[in-house]
């Protein structure tokens, strides 16, 4: 089992939608979380940390489950600029730990 | 936000050289850098931790006589790779940590071996 996984995608949506990506992690002992941008051939970019309380920045909403070792990002009113991979990292100590990746393709 | 160069960023060599990519924290000092490597459509994964002033911890299954990494300074760290083949041939990506635990990335350096 790897120790980051996310769904799969990629993800196809129009411009205005609502889109939803899960992440579970199996290490217990992890104690951040976040989610990362990255755009093609270029570094990833911290999106937004992910808290157990959830944590909202404009039309990103992140939420943490530590119980189910679930993390997940939502992201609403899609904008084709919103195009791009985003990564569920998860740190326990000064090891991070990427998942594969979901894309995301906005329409307009 | 804090600034990470790498250089070179783009970098072509023959099979067989050897060649360094240095990371630098530009505006915070780094104890802890991390060495990551991209393959085309994959996700980061990482392959060296490098502590300033100790030898890296390297990740299972990366060789760290081919990896060569070195933190001599809280600013700078570098990776040479040794040797290099095709396969060698990556998007490698290295981020420096701003104390307690901020991550940052630098731009990446695409090593194509021929």
């Known amino acids: 089992r790897k120790e980051v996984e996310q769904d799969p995608g990629p993800f196809n949506v129009p411009e205005g939608a609502t889109v939803a990506f899960n992440c579970t992690y199996s290490?217990?002992?992890?104690?951040?979380f976040f989610w990362y941008r990255q755009d093609c051939r270029k570094e990833p970019k911290l999106l937004m940390s992910?808290?157990?309380s959830g944590n909202e920045d404009g039309r990103f909403t992140a939420q943490l489950n530590r119980a189910s070792q679930y993390i997940s990002l939502l992201i609403r009113d899609s904008k084709l600029s919103d195009s791009a991979t985003y990564l569920c990292?998860?740190?326990?100590?000064?090891?991070?730990?990427f998942g594969a990746g979901t894309r995301l393709f906005v329409k307009a | 936000g804090a600034v990470v160069s790498q250089h070179p960023s783009r970098v072509i060599c023959k099979s067989g050289t050897s060649v360094k990519i240095e990371c630098r924290s530009l505006?915070?000092?780094?104890?802890?850098m991390f060495w990551y490597r991209q393959f085309p459509k994959q996700s980061l994964m990482l392959m060296a931790t490098?502590?300033?002033?100790?030898?890296?911890?390297?990740e299972q299954g990366v060789e760290k006589d081919k990896f060569l990494i070195n933190h001599a300074s809280l600013t700078l760290s570098t990776l040479t790779v040794t040797s290099a083949h095709p396969e060698d041939s990556s998007f490698y990506i290295c981020?420096?940590?701003?104390?307690?635990?901020?991550?940052?990335f630098g731009p990446g350096t695409r090593l194509t071996v021929t």
């Open positions: 981020s420096a940590v701003r104390d307690p635990y901020e991550q940052y």
């Open positions: 290490n217990s002992a992890s104690q951040s």
């Open positions: 992910v808290y157990s």
């Open positions: 990292v998860v740190s326990g100590g000064f090891k991070t730990i």
């Open positions: 505006d915070f000092q780094a104890t802890t």
């Open positions: 490098s502590n300033e002033g100790s030898k890296a911890t390297y």
